[in-house]
C-alpha cells in the first residue's frame, strides 16, 4: 500500500536524523506537523527513539537545548531535536534559538511548512518560516514538498539524506568549530494523514526506520590557529611571569581539566565562574570579583602580565576591566570557533577540536610552551590569597534562611564525594577555603546543577567553594544570559539522554542516571513555570527546583541606578515584586512542595534523593534571589 508523499517525506526525513545521531524529539503537537507523528510513535514503540510532547513551543525549544547541552561530545549520537507545527509556532522557538547561538550548543529545528506556493497568498498558519532565524543559524535546510513524487523515492531519500547530514554537521561544528542551531523546514500538501490497510493499521514497513547506525565516525575538523601561524612549543627557559587563569561558562571538559592543571604547574590564580567546570583544586580563588572592585583587589590587577582565557566569562565587570586591558598578552584556549574577546585585546588563540588534538595528547609543558607562560615568581599566588582572606568576613551561616545559606547548600549537595585518600586523612570535597560553613551531604547520585542566570549564579560565583576532586557539573543558558527558559532547560536535561535502540536490546533512552537541581529566583520562577507542566502520558522528570524568594529581582539592587532611584518607582519598574503564590502553582503543575523554614530543614531536604519533580520554596529575608 502506498503511502501519500507527505508520509514519505517525513519518513526519509526521521529516518535521515536517526541515522547521523538524533535519537531525541521534543515535539508540540500540530496539524501541518502531523505526518511526522505516525514515523515517530511507531519509532518509539520500537524503543529507536525517546520523545516527549510539551504543548508551549518556547518550552519545547530550551528542553531540546537542555538535552543536548547535558552531552559530553555532540558528534557521537544521542542529539535531541524540537519539532513544531508551522505558523507563530515556529516564532515561539526564537528565545532558544537565540540561546543556542550565542552558547554554542547544537539545536535541531525540525519545522512543518505550507508548500511554496502558499507563501504570501494569506493562506493560514502560513509564513516565510525559513527567515525567522536570520543571522544566527549554522545552516537552513528548506524542502520542497512532494520530494519524494517529483524525484522519485530513491533519489528523494538520497537528497533528503544528503542535506540532513550536512545540517547535522553545521549543528555540531564538526567542519567550522561554531556549533549551534540548524532549520530543517519541511514542506507537506495534504493529505496529512497515513494511509491504513483492511484491519485499520498503517503498514509496518510504510513506518519503519532503517537499522540503528553503528558508532559513528566524527568528520575531521578544521584546526583554527593564532593569527600568525601555528604555534609550537619551544625548549628554550621561560621567564616567570605573574599571570592568571580567567575561566568562564564553557562545554569542553578535557580543556578544562587541561588549564586548571596549567594554573596549578605554573602556580597562577585560577578565577573561575561555577559553569567553568574548574573551579576546583588549589589555584582557584572565592570572592575574586570582589577583590578586583577593591583598591588593594586593583593594584594586584594592575600587576598582572599574563591572561589566559577559557571559555565564555561574563559574570563581573571587573573581570571584564581585566580582559579589557592592552598593555598585556591575553590569550584564549578554546575548542570551538567562537571566542571572548570583547574589546579586541586577544593576542593568540590555541585551539583544539572537541574529541582529540594536540591539547589532549600532549603534556601540559607543551601547553605551556605553546602558550610561552611561564612560572609565576615566588609568592604571588600567596598574595592573591592573603588579599581575599583580608576580605570583610562573611556572616557565619546560622539558622536563618537567607540567600547565601540557600545557595551555597544547594552547591554543596551537589558536589560528589572524591575517592578514599588516605594521604588526605580520608574524603574532603572542598578545598580549606571556608571554616564557617558546615557542609551537605549529597545524595548518591550526585545531582547535576542549574542556576538562574541573573543574581543566583554571581552570588555562587562569589561564594562557592573550590573542590578537592574534579568540578561539579553546573549549567546555566549563558550565551545570552537572560531568565528565559531556565525550567524547561532543567527538564530537558532530567528528562533522559536519548540513544539508539533495538526492540531486542532495550528502550532507546539511556538515561545519564543524573537528576537535576535547579536554583533560581521567584522572578526566574515565574516566567517559565508552565515548563514544569506535563501531558498526562509524559514522563515526570527527576528534578527539583529551589526557589529562592525574595519578592522581586534582586540583581537590579546591585546596579548603579538603584542608588538615585527613589525606592517606590524602583521596586514597581525594577524588582517588580509579584503577587503569585509560588507554592499553589507549583502543586497546581503537579509538583511536591517542601517549604523549609530553618537552614537545617533544607539540608535535611538537600539529603535525599531527587525522585520525581519537587519544588522547595525558599522565603528569604531581604534581596537575594534572580
Not at 26 to 34: I, K, M, Q, T
Not at 308 to 336: C, K, M, N
Not at 465 to 483: D, H, K, S, W
Amino acid at each position: 500500500m502506498e503511502q501519500p508523499p507527505a508520509i514519505r517525506m517525513a519518513r526519509a526525513v526521521i529516518d535521515a536524523l536517526h541515522r547521523v545521531g538524533v535519537h531525541g524529539y521534543v515535539l508540540a503537537p500540530g496539524s501541518r506537523s502531523a505526518p511526522f507523528i505516525p514515523v515517530i510513535a511507531a519509532a518509539e514503540e520500537r524503543r529507536q527513539l525517546l520523545t516527549r510532547v510539551a504543548v508551549d513551543e518556547r518550552s519545547a525549544g530550551f528542553m531540546a537545548l537542555g538535552a543536548n547541552r547535558a552531552l559530553d561530545h555532540w558528534g557521537r549520537g544521542g542529539l535531541t531535536a524540537v519539532l513544531t507545527t508551522s505558523g507563530t509556532a515556529v516564532a515561539n522557538l526564537h528565545p532558544a534559538v537565540l540561546e543556542a547561538d550565542a552558547a554554542g550548543i547544537p539545536l535541531i529545528v525540525v519545522t512543518a511548512d505550507r508548500p511554496h506556493e502558499l507563501v504570501g497568498t494569506g493562506a493560514n498558519q502560513t509564513a516565510e518560516q525559513t527567515r525567522l532565524f536570520d543571522g544566527v543559524l549554522r545552516a537552513v535546510v528548506d524542502l520542497p514538498a512532494d520530494l519524494t513524487g517529483d524525484l522519485g523515492l530513491a533519489a528523494a531519500e538520497s537528497a533528503i539524506a544528503g542535506q540532513v547530514r550536512r545540517a547535522l554537521l553545521a549543528a555540531c561544528g564538526e567542519m567550522t568549530r561554531d556549533p549551534g542551531p540548524v532549520q530543517l523546514n519541511v514542506r507537506f500538501r495534504p493529505p496529512l494523514a497515513p494511509a491504513i490497510g483492511p484491519d485499520g493499521a498503517v503498514p509496518d514497513e510504510a513506518l519503519a526506520l532503517s537499522p540503528p547506525p553503528g558508532p559513528r565516525r566524527p568528520v575531521r575538523a578544521i584546526r583554527i590557529h593564532e593569527p600568525g601561524g601555528i604555534v609550537h612549543g619551544s625548549d628554550r627557559p621561560v621567564d616567570p611571569v605573574r599571570g592568571v587563569v580567567v575561566a568562564g561558562d564553557q562545554h569542553d571538559r578535557t580543556i578544562a581539566l587541561r588549564l586548571r592543571r596549567l594554573a596549578e604547574q605554573l602556580d597562577w590564580p585560577l578565577l573561575a565562574e561555577p559553569t567553568s567546570m574548574m573551579r576546583g583544586g588549589t589555584q582557584a580563588l572565592t570572592r575574586y570579583a570582589e577583590l578586583l572592585a577593591t583598591p588593594a583587589g586593583r593594584a594586584l590587577a594592575d600587576r598582572v602580565e599574563r591572561v589566559i582565557v577559557a571559555g565564555h566569562p561574563t559574570l563581573s565587570r571587573s573581570i571584564a576591566a581585566l580582559l579589557a586591558r592592552r598593555d598585556i598578552p591575553i590569550d584564549v584556549v578554546a575548542s570551538t570557533a567562537r571566542i571572548t574577546d570583547v574589546a579586541g585585546t586577544v593576542r593568540a588563540i590555541v585551539s583544539d577540536p572537541p574529541g582529540g588534538g594536540p591539547l589532549r595528547a600532549s603534556g601540559l609543558g607543551d601547553l605551556a610552551a605553546a602558550l610561552d607562560a611561564g612560572p609565576a615568581p615566588s609568592g604571588w599566588m600567596r598574595c592573591w590569597r592573603d588579599a581575599v582572606a583580608a576580605l570583610p568576613e562573611l556572616e557565619p551561616l546560622g539558622e536563618e534562611l537567607t540567600a547565601d545559606a540557600v545557595a551555597l547548600s544547594v552547591y554543596d549537595s551537589c558536589v560528589p564525594d572524591p575517592p578514599e585518600d588516605p594521604a588526605r586523612g580520608g574524603r574532603r570535597r572542598f578545598a580549606p577555603m571556608d571554616p564557617r560553613s558546615r557542609l551537605v551531604a549529597a545524595p548518591d547520585p550526585c545531582p547535576r546543577l542549574v542556576l538562574g542566570s541573573s543574581l543566583t549564579i554571581r552570588r555562587l560565583d562569589r561564594l562557592a567553594r573550590p573542590t578537592v576532586a574534579e568540578a561539579p557539573r553546573v549549567f546555566a543558558n549563558r550565551g545570552l544570559a537572560g531568565i528565559d527558559g531556565t525550567l524547561a532547560t532543567a527538564v530537558g536535561m532530567a528528562t533522559g539522554r536519548p540513544a539508539p535502540g533495538r526492540p531486542d536490546t532495550g528502550p532507546a533512552t539511556q538515561c545519564s542516571g543524573r537528576a537535576v537541581r535547579a536554583l533560581i529566583g521567584d522572578l526566574t520562577f515565574l516566567h517559565d513555570a508552565m515548563s514544569l507542566n506535563r501531558g498526562r502520558c509524559e514522563s515526570e522528570p527527576d528534578l527539583q527546583v529551589i526557589v529562592v524568594d525574595d519578592a522581586g529581582g534582586a540583581i537590579f539592587s546591585t546596579l548603579e541606578y538603584s542608588a538615585v532611584t527613589p525606592e517606590r518607582i524602583f521596586d514597581r519598574f525594577f524588582t517588580a515584586p509579584q503577587r503569585a503564590d509560588v507554592p499553589a502553582l507549583a502543586r497546581a503543575l503537579g509538583a511536591r512542595v517542601h517549604q523549609p523554614t530553618t537552614l537545617s530543614e533544607l539540608r535535611h531536604v538537600l539529603t535525599r534523593p531527587v525522585r520525581g519533580l519537587s519544588v522547595v520554596h525558599t522565603r528569604v529575608a531581604g534581596r537575594g534571589g534572580g
